[in-house]
């Protein structure tokens, strides 16, 4: 079986500022604001956009044994709907501000 990378969290040093959730475009990472968060290597490819997001440096990559295809759909289908997610907020905030803006625009 071969070594594939995904990111590991030191959780002595996370400060649990949700950052990397953020970052992460494979919706990888777990954890609620202020408390410490996690990967979940089945669904983690190894893309590393999260190491230099995180202000304590506590992210990390290991080698596990696991063959790449076998998360291959899962990945896909967590970057489909962490992208449907972004364009929904991007949608609503716009929305908002438009109508904000109206609001201003009008008194
Ligand atoms: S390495 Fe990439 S996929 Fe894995 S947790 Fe970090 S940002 Fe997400
Ligand atoms: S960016 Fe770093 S400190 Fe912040 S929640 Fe993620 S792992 Fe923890």
Redesign the pocket.
């Known amino acids: 079986m071969n070594l594939r990378s995904v990111a590991l ?1 030191d959780e002595t ?9 953020d970052a992460c475009p494979f919706d990888a ?1 777990i ?1 609620s604001q202020n408390f ?2 996690r990967i979940n290597y089945n669904e983690c490819p190894g893309c590393k956009i ?1 190491i230099p ?4 440096d ?2 990390k990559t290991v080698d596990i044994k696991q063959n790449k295809n076998d998360i291959k759909e899962k990945v896909k289908y967590n970057f489909a709907r962490k992208e449907a997610r972004k364009n929904a907020i991007e949608k609503k905030s716009t929305k908002s501000i438009n109508k904000q803006l109206k609001e201003i625009f009008e008194i």
């Open positions: 969290i040093n996370c400060i649990g500022c949700a950052i990397c959730i990472i954890g410490s968060h999260c997001k995180c202000p304590t506590c992210i």
